[in-house]
């Protein structure tokens, strides 16, 4: 029987290429998406909005029906507006922090009941802007929301521990996906590049597979070496 798998922000970027490693892998990948629909091979694509809690528990309600448990749990979607404290509007503010925050607290508060003891695995993708050496004023919304994930990480690490389930997350160095194109111009993306700090999605799918492998990885924030250049 396959190990299943759940991937939210499935659709692009860095979400598809871990769905697609995972599928590979030989598990049984369900993505979530939110907004446009994308066929991914092998992958049972569902779109949920991960801001909203009763889609998320119903979601995960039916993965469940279906597939019978979830062994892994990759936690991906978010998205990313520049803005300093001068220019952050409160919509801004809480539409990041429900994206790429609270919406990780709630796959794992939903999934948890189903997650196998012993065995299972969550992954959070978090960012370099979440600990306070990386902070960048130029994304206060996200590098905020990013620190939660680091802590929320953190803490159920210690949390799950007794039941045998692992929470870790990885810090991608910068990755070529439409929403880094979205908030670098081009100069800096070719900054990045010359630097050799830029990075494509398969290389954040296999810092996941990293993870979920290594039985003995827990509570750990696993960066990409190229974060350090």
């Excluded at 970027?13 to 091979?41: C, M, N, T, W």
Aim: contains cysteine.
């Amino acid at each position: 029987m396959k190990k299943v798998v759940i991937v939210t922000g499935a659709s692009r970027g860095i979400g598809k290429a871990i769905a697609s490693r995972l599928v590979a892998e030989d598990y049984a990948v369900i993505g979530f998406y939110h907004s446009k629909p994308v066929q991914i091979e092998g992958v049972d694509m569902k779109k949920v909005d991960v801001t909203d809690e009763a889609e998320i528990k119903n979601a995960i309600d039916d993965v469940v029906k279906t597939y019978g448990q979830i062994d892994v749990l990759v936690n991906n979607a978010g998205i990313n507006v520049p803005a300093s404290i001068q220019d952050c509007t409160l919509d801004n503010w809480n539409n990041i922090m429900r994206t790429d925050a609270t919406s990780v607290f709630l796959m794992c508060k939903y999934s948890l009941p189903y997650l196998k003891p012993n065995e299972a695995v969550i992954v959070n993708i978090s960012s370099r802007m979440g600990s306070p050496e990386y902070a960048n004023p130029r994304f206060l919304p996200y590098g905020s929301a990013k620190a939660v994930v680091n802590n929320l990480t953190a803490m159920l690490s210690k949390d799950l521990k007794p039941k045998g389930i692992r929470v870790n997350a990885v810090i991608p160095a910068h990755t070529e996906t439409d929403l880094l194109s979205g908030v670098y111009s081009d100069d800096e993306r070719q900054v990045m590049k010359d630097k050799g700090t830029l990075g494509v999605p398969e290389d954040v799918a296999g810092l996941v597979m990293k993870v979920v492998n290594d039985p003995k990885m827990n509570g750990e924030l696993v960066f990409d070496d190229r974060v350090f250049l």
